[in-house]
């Protein structure tokens, strides 16, 4: 079962009054910076934004972004054990605030890769696209690293940080790479199929070890949607509910009725096989009549449709029993 879920920004704004007149009430925070030029989270950081939401009559559902995880962790270099100790304090303090669940991903160098922004759809909408060909030459991030260097350090993470996350009752989901290629600019990426989350998940046995399913990118690694989430089931902590065109070597991002994949069949799959309330929220969306583009993906108006889109597909499926 899923509940819709709004990425809301770590102040209050708008959009936070936006989410309850809709009738959301799961926040998904997902700042890249904090204040000051910070990119972690401190405790009094979190606690307050757990008191702004409560206040609000949000719950505080997912963080993700400005997670504490280094390249050093990522790659297994030298000095990842105390990073790691930092990360393991994080997920202390998000469970003693009572955040139930923490997105993370594990692409190191370059991490989220678009080529192109302003790409026309709908009704002269914007949306942003991936072609390799496009970000060839260029210095290479990391080339002396192999990918079995970075399935020790995902390994050697998830054994050190899993258990922690049990005490604290945190759920961890990790999200693919996006794009969901075997390696970018020379670094070696890993988290690229489903049979790549099942060692995943192998490697630490816990409903605390699970995984944030990013349909856009699940769809350009070519799986079958609905297949793929009942196959991963109640290890899902976490949806991000999107679509895209194409391949892992380019795709376009789409709008959410307008793309190739089944939605309401995706949609029946989450209400038949995933855990408990699980939060949904809608990922990237067209850019919109009337806004700017200066945060492609990001924008309100889109979001605003697709949880209208993401009720009525799961209203229908719940009519359907």
Partial sequence: MVSPA???????????????????????????????????????????LANWLTDAG??????EGSVPI?????????????DIEEFKQFLRN????????????????VRWARTAAHVQSRGGSYVTEFD??????????????????????????????????????VKLGLHPDDPPRESLRGTPRIVDS???????????????????????NFAAMGADIPAAIEHFGDRINFVHF????GDADRFVETWHDAGPTDMLAAMRAYEDHVGDDVPMRPDHVPTMAGEDNSNPGYHTKGRLFAIGYMRGLREQVRADR
């Fill in 94 to 109: 998000c469970g003693e605030v009572g955040i139930p669940v923490v997105c993370y991903d594990w692409m190191a160098g």
């Fill in 132 to 169: 390799v060909e496009k970000v060839q030459g260029g210095p290479a991030q990391f080339d002396d690293v192999t990918h079995e260097d970075v399935w020790e350090a995902i390994e050697y993470f998830l054994r050190e940080v899993t258990p922690v996350a049990e005490e604290a009752g």
């Fill in 58 to 63: 949000l719950e505080f559902a997912v963080l």
């Fill in 6 to 48: 709004l990425i809301l920004p770590h102040e209050p704004d708008e959009r936070w009054q936006l989410a309850r007149q809709m009738g959301v009430e799961k926040a998904v925070v997902h700042p890249l910076e904090i204040g000051d030029g910070r990119t972690h989270w401190t405790y009094d950081d979190l606690q307050g």
């Fill in 194 to 216: 489903v049979e790549a989350y099942d060692r995943v998940l192998e490697a630490y046995d816990s409903e605390h070890n699970g995984v944030t399913f990013c349909q856009g």
């Fill in 70 to 82: 280094s390249d050093r962790i990522r790659l297994g270099r030298e000095g990842r054990d105390e």
């Fill in 242 to 245: 999107r679509d895209v065109e």
